[in-house]
T-cell receptor
Framework: GEDVEQSLFLSVREGDSSVINCTYT??????LYWYKQEPGAGLQLLTY?????DMKQDQRLTVLLNKKDKHLSLRIADTQTGDSAIYFC????????????FGKGTKLSVIP | DGGITQSPKYLFRKEGQNVTLSCEQN?????MYWYRQDPGQGLRLIYY???????QKGDIAEGYSVSREKKESFPLTVTSAQKNPTAFYLC???????????????FGQGTRLTVV
């Protein structure tokens, strides 16, 4: 099955950029998602990238995909205290698959 | 509003009891999932269902049971056989082919189960 690895913690100062990294093992992953989880809540979809893209930008969020290295990153520009949360990388397997595999999540702490 | 609803938000169970967690969606999604979340462990898949009256075990199904009698509903029972049930439980749903990115999973707000 798919393995997904993320660093567990990241700490940045308010106003700086945050970069959260993720590596995965299944080269047939088609969609790759980023979810955000605030304390005591469910997961909220932030953004996604399709496997035939290298980059996707959505306001303060930039997703970079290196398919050769199976490496995905999420950059948050001008990080705010409201961005403090756990961020999960979740690749979806190939066509016809419903399943997502989640990393352990990266806890982002924003220092005012 | 369309969405996925879990209840209750907090649940306390005595040792040896079975408890059932509710999950309902009105998104017309085919697939539904149950995940367990422990601190530092990420999300682990318990059971999933792709169609009514059918479901499959995930990575940690032992001590849990599910049913899928209706498309909208996917309740999870935590049985007395589950030795360490205290955790945060998340239900999700998804459906394929709804346009680019339409296969993403939507999550409920979770149920925190504590054994007392």
């Amino acid at each position: 099955g798919e393995d997904v690895e993320q660093s567990l913690f990241l700490s940045v100062r308010e106003g700086d950029s945050s970069v959260i990294n993720c590596t995965y093992t299944d080269s047939s992953s088609t969609y790759l998602y980023w979810y955000k989880q605030e304390p005591g809540a469910g997961l909220q979809l932030l953004t996604y990238i399709f496997s035939n893209m290298d980059m996707k930008q959505d306001q303060r969020l930039t997703v970079l995909l290196n398919k050769k290295d199976k490496h995905l990153s999420l950059r948050i520009a001008d990080t705010q205290t409201g961005d403090s949360a756990i961020y999960f990388c979740a690749p979806r397997a190939g066509a016809g698959s419903y399943q997502l595999t989640f990393g352990k999540g990266t806890k982002l702490s924003v220092i005012p | 509003d369309g969405g996925i609803t879990q209840s209750p938000k907090y649940l306390f169970r005595k040792e040896g009891q079975n408890v059932t967690l509710s999950c309902e969606q009105n998104l017309n999604h085919d697939a539904m999932y149950w995940y367990r979340q422990d601190p530092g462990q990420g999300l682990r898949l318990i059971y999933y269902s792709q169609i009514v009256n059918d479901f499959q075990k995930g990575d940690i199904a032992e001590g849990y049971s599910v049913s899928r009698e209706k498309k909208e509903s996917f309740p999870l029972t935590v049985t007395s056989a589950q030795k360490n049930p205290t955790a945060f439980y998340l239900c999700a749903s998804s459906s394929p082919g709804q346009g680019a990115g339409g296969t993403e999973a939507f999550f409920g707000q979770g149920t925190r189960l504590t054994v007392v």
